[in-house]
């Protein structure tokens, strides 16, 4: 039975995404991470008193560079992340893995 009212919020992404585990759903939650990531480098640079093209210059990149990363267009690697966070804004990357 379809729920075309949808009560929780997992009822709303089953409806607009496809269930957990379907590509669509996969994808819309690939896509939220990547922009949870974006929205937590532009905050922490903005709490940091920094302007983009400050933050490039101390990472030795272009501003447009950090520009696409603040708004989540491509994926970021990891080693980018860090560098971002310990290098750029001196904070410490810590990454958890659940199974």
């Known amino acids: 039975m379809k729920v075309s009212n949808p009560k929780t919020i997992n009822e709303h992404f089953d409806l607009k995404y496809g269930k957990a585990g379907t590509d669509s759903r996969t994808d819309f939650e690939q896509n939220a991470e990547a922009y949870l990531i ?10 940091a008193n920094m302007t983009q093209q400050q933050l490039a210059e101390k990472l030795n990149v272009n501003r447009t560079y950090i520009s696409k990363i603040e708004r989540a267009v491509g994926d970021i690697r990891i080693s980018t992340l860090r560098r ?5 804004l001196g904070g410490t990357l810590q990454i958890n893995v659940k199974l």
Request: charged share 45%; hydrophobic share 40%; aromatic share 0%.
């Open 38 to 47: 974006a929205e937590l480098v532009k905050e922490k640079r903005k709490q």
């Open 84 to 88: 971002i966070v310990e290098v750029g």
